[in-house]
């Protein structure tokens, strides 16, 4: 499940053979806006949020928001490229060539337009200095009825949090998900943020996620875990269904993360 840092690895990975080369052939499926073109210079690749951004000449920004399910991979030139119904973008230079497979956002924008997908993205929570005072204010502008698992996944706020840090950042900081923003002291929404942004920091240079720790069992504390025995208290993990009170399924543990009231 691409979250934040699922993205800087793309992009370290993608850098070496597409920044600062020149195109040598290209394919998109299902692109809005102004294509690319052969022979233009890539100069640079970057990740915000969940978004992969790919920057070529006259401004032009690709955006592509992989999902539930995409991915960015590199592979050689001197091999043709897999015939994959999921292919979507295949950029190419003298150096390697990238393929983005079941991305199902892709786009391009002018670079300092405002009105790209990641001009709206709140302070992004993978970078090493991500400004948690700033999270914190924006947290504090929106409806405080919202639920705090809510909150983590509300990209204008900050940028970067998907579904398995929601649960697992809301487990560390030992706070309930479903608890309201506006009941919540400034002191525990800036832990929260900071447990986040240390998660997905953590994570950025990892082949695998994890949010345990090194020599600790497993790679979650509570996602994905429903009625196993949580790791610090043994008691059951509990479980709502996308659809139930938020959008998306969250993980918690009702002893080590109590309901307020």
């Known amino acids: 499940m691409p979250e934040g840092d699922t993205l800087r690895r793309a992009a370290e990975v993608l850098t070496p053979i597409l920044e600062g080369q020149v195109v040598t052939d290209l394919w998109f499926r299902k692109l809005r806006g102004y294509r690319p073109r052969v022979g233009d210079r890539i100069h640079r690749v970057d990740a915000v949020g969940k978004y992969l951004l790919i920057e070529f000449d006259r401004r032009l920004v690709l955006h592509t928001h992989l999902g539930m399910s995409g991915t960015w991979r590199a592979g050689p030139v001197d091999r043709p490229?897999?015939?994959?119904?999921?292919?979507?973008?295949?950029?190419?230079?003298a150096l390697g060539r990238a393929l983005c497979f079941a991305a199902p956002d892709i786009s391009t924008h002018l670079?300092?337009?405002?009105?790209?997908?990641?001009?709206?993205?709140?302070?992004?929570?993978?970078?090493?200095d991500t400004d948690l005072d700033a999270v914190l204010e924006r947290s504090r502008s929106i409806e405080q009825d919202t639920s705090l698992a809510e909150l983590l996944l509300n990209q204008h706020v900050a940028a970067g949090v998907g579904n398995v840090f929601k649960s697992e950042t809301l487990f560390v900081a030992g706070l309930h998900p479903f608890t309201s923003v506006g009941a919540t002291s400034d002191e525990q929404l800036t832990r929260m943020w900071s447990v986040a942004h240390r998660q997905l920091v953590a994570n950025r240079g990892r082949p695998y996620r994890s949010t345990t720790g090194a020599g600790n069992p497993g790679r979650t504390y509570v996602y994905g875990r429903?009625?196993?025995?949580?790791?610090?208290?043994?008691?059951?993990?509990?479980?709502?269904?996308?659809?139930?009170?938020?959008?998306?399924?969250?993980?918690?543990?009702p002893t080590c993360q109590p309901a307020q009231g």
């Open 226 to 253: 429903h009625r196993f025995a949580c790791r610090r208290c043994d008691n059951a993990i509990s479980f709502s269904a996308a659809g139930e009170r938020t959008e998306r399924s969250t993980y918690w543990c």
């Open 111 to 128: 670079r300092d337009s405002g009105n790209a997908p990641a001009d709206r993205l709140g302070p992004d929570l993978s970078d090493d």
């Open 81 to 93: 490229a897999p015939r994959d119904p999921r292919l979507r973008i295949v950029i190419e230079t």
